[in-house]
């Protein structure tokens, strides 16, 4: 007989062009296929199983109660979309009230900051089980004796995988009208100054394309969103600010992937978009963000770790090596990690 789960979290709705919109859509999908599944959001779509609830912020409704009551879950996921808020926490608490017998799992992509005294809140009603894939937030569970796992993130091998041959790129290219003999470096995510995307103009002014796939949900009101996209247009780098279906193709079309965050949580804990271009066989550039060298070190050497002032010589050193150097990848242990962690979780 399969274990009952009850996955709630915010926005299941596409489009999924953003790590923890992923996130969320890849955990429902991987939940459904090894338990039995109750899903509970407030924004998504019509399917069995799963329902839309329209509730208080804290979920605590007479609705959301008969659902996870009725259900009997062995187990709760919590996945957040605004990470570890206390509001989160206060959250969780609700919703496990609903469901006594089952265990509690807490999933939270990027640390949030507290109050001292929400804090020490938090270590009062602190879920029995959390799992992140950022090192600050673990770090902060660990002091307040939070119960934790730091776990990778999964990517999707079925769509994010290298593309056969050099035709296939300059068709890919000519399909975004962007230039087919460039040199292309890309990057994903929001347009906002905590990105630091305006050290790639460095990389334009020496004769390569950089190209920015902006997301479709970064907030309106993100710090010098408008003012930091006309300077990276003014300096000719190229921004698709438009929703890309099948975005696994903008990476493939790519020569380099390029991630210049420095800011601590102005990104989720393991960057997405890096595993995804890594999954794609595309080399990576990054800083070093979060918790990407703790599970994929060099990756085989299709990841080069570069402080912002020196992207100029690491995109050089890297485009003069052949293509295939870069394809072999820890993308896949990664989902085993993640499916091992988070499954015997509930399984326990």
């Given at each position: 007989?399969?274990?009952?789960?009850?996955?709630?979290?915010?926005y299941l709705?596409?489009?999924?062009?953003e790590g923890?919109?992923?996130?969320?859509y890849?955990l429902?999908?991987?939940?459904?296929?090894k338990?039995?599944?109750?899903?509970?959001?407030?924004?998504?779509?019509?399917?069995?199983?799963?329902?839309?609830v329209n509730?208080?912020?804290?979920?605590?409704?007479?609705?959301v109660k008969?659902?996870?009551?009725?259900?009997?879950?062995?187990?709760?996921?919590y996945l957040?979309?605004?990470?570890?808020t206390?509001?989160s926490?206060?959250?969780?608490?609700?919703?496990?009230?609903?469901?006594?017998?089952a265990?509690?799992?807490?999933?939270?992509?990027?640390?949030?900051?507290?109050?001292?005294?929400?804090?020490?809140?938090?270590?009062?009603?602190?879920?029995?089980?959390?799992l992140?894939?950022?090192?600050?937030?673990?770090?902060?569970?660990?002091?307040?004796?939070?119960p934790?796992?730091?776990i990778?993130?999964?990517?999707?091998l079925?769509i994010?995988?290298?593309?056969?041959?050099?035709?296939?790129?300059?068709?890919?290219?000519?399909?975004?009208s962007?230039?087919?003999?460039a040199?292309?470096?890309?990057?994903?995510?929001?347009?906002?100054?905590?990105?630091?995307?305006?050290?790639?103009?460095p990389l334009?002014?020496?004769?390569?394309?950089?190209v920015?796939l902006?997301s479709?949900?970064?907030?309106?009101?993100?710090?010098?969103?408008?003012?930091?996209?006309?300077?990276?247009?003014?300096s000719?780098?190229?921004?698709?600010?438009?929703?890309?279906?099948?975005?696994?193709?903008i990476?493939?079309?790519?020569d380099?992937?390029?991630f210049?965050v420095?800011k601590?949580?102005?990104?989720?804990?393991?960057p997405?978009s890096i595993?995804?271009?890594?999954?794609?066989?595309?080399p990576?550039?990054?800083?070093?963000?979060?918790?990407?060298?703790t599970y994929?070190?060099d990756?085989?050497?299709?990841?080069?770790?570069?402080?912002?002032?020196?992207?100029?010589?690491?995109?050089?050193?890297?485009?003069?090596?052949?293509?295939?150097?870069?394809?072999k990848?820890?993308?896949?242990?990664l989902?085993n990690?993640?499916?091992?962690?988070?499954?015997?979780?509930?399984?326990?």
């Amino acid at each position: 007989m399969l274990k009952k789960v009850v996955f709630i979290t915010e926005y299941l709705n596409p489009p999924y062009d953003e790590g923890i919109k992923k996130t969320a859509y890849n955990l429902w999908l991987e939940l459904g296929k090894k338990y039995e599944l109750l899903t509970i959001c407030r924004h998504g779509f019509k399917k069995e199983n799963l329902h839309i609830v329209n509730t208080n912020a804290l979920y605590f409704s007479a609705e959301v109660k008969s659902l996870i009551k009725n259900f009997k879950p062995d187990a709760l996921v919590y996945l957040p979309f605004q990470s570890s808020t206390f509001a989160s926490y206060l959250r969780l608490k609700v919703l496990a009230t609903f469901a006594k017998k089952a265990r509690p799992v807490f999933i939270a992509l990027q640390p949030k900051p507290l109050k001292k005294w929400q804090q020490g809140f938090v270590k009062f009603i602190k879920p029995k089980m959390a799992l992140t894939p950022s090192p600050m937030l673990k770090q902060f569970w660990d002091t307040i004796e939070v119960p934790n796992k730091i776990i990778p993130l999964l990517t999707d091998l079925t769509i994010f995988k290298p593309i056969s041959d050099t035709t296939t790129k300059e068709k890919l290219r000519k399909k975004y009208s962007l230039p087919v003999e460039a040199t292309i470096i890309s990057h994903m995510g929001h347009l906002n100054e905590g990105r630091n995307l305006q050290t790639l103009i460095p990389l334009q002014q020496a004769g390569f394309q950089v190209v920015i796939l902006g997301s479709s949900s970064t907030p309106t009101d993100a710090v010098g969103t408008k003012s930091i996209k006309n300077t990276l247009l003014a300096s000719g780098i190229i921004i698709v600010d438009r929703f890309i279906k099948h975005i696994e193709e903008i990476y493939q079309l790519s020569d380099i992937y390029i991630f210049p965050v420095v800011k601590k949580n102005s990104s989720i804990g393991m960057p997405l978009s890096i595993l995804e271009a890594r999954a794609c066989g595309i080399p990576v550039i990054t800083t070093n963000y979060g918790s990407i060298q703790t599970y994929m070190e060099d990756d085989f050497g299709g990841i080069k770790y570069s402080e912002p002032n020196e992207f100029l010589r690491s995109v050089t050193e890297i485009s003069t090596k052949p293509t295939q150097t870069f394809i072999k990848t820890k993308v896949s242990e990664l989902n085993n990690s993640f499916y091992d962690t988070l499954y015997t979780q509930i399984d326990e």
